[in-house]
């Protein structure tokens, strides 16, 4: 079992800024990939921004440069730094991880909310 803890959201004006965090813990020898992802109410859940080992990341178009994920592998810990927050960015924001046996974690999700 692998836990995460995400922290970070919160209440924001539009043009703000906030950095995600997701910490993982437990069974986390094998992780070969780490994202965010997010759901807007009525929305479908999407892809944000994933990081794979050895560096490579992919980002939706929505968010390509203006956000960055980042990994610290001593701290088993991704990050989401998310500036130019604009409305359109509201969701819950949920963490990722999967591992070499293609088993994928959940994190609990924190809110984001951008207001205008």
């Known amino acids: 079992q692998v836990q995460l803890v995400e922290s970070g959201g919160g209440l924001v004006q539009a043009g703000g800024s906030l950095r995600l965090s997701c910490a993982a813990s437990?069974?986390?020898?094998?992780?070969?990939?780490m994202g965010w992802y997010r759901q807007a109410p009525g929305k479908q859940r999407e892809l944000v921004a994933e990081?794979?080992?050895?560096?490579?990341?992919n980002y939706a178009d929505s968010v390509k440069g203006r956000f960055t994920i980042s990994r610290d592998n001593a701290k088993n810990t991704v990050y989401l730094q998310m500036p130019s927050l604009k409305p359109e960015d509201t969701a819950v924001y949920y963490c990722k991880v999967t591992n070499t046996r293609s088993y994928s974690y959940w994190g609990q999700g924190t809110q984001v909310t951008v207001s205008s």
């Open positions: 437990g069974s986390i020898f094998g992780i070969i990939r």
């Open positions: 990081i794979i080992n050895g560096g490579r990341t």
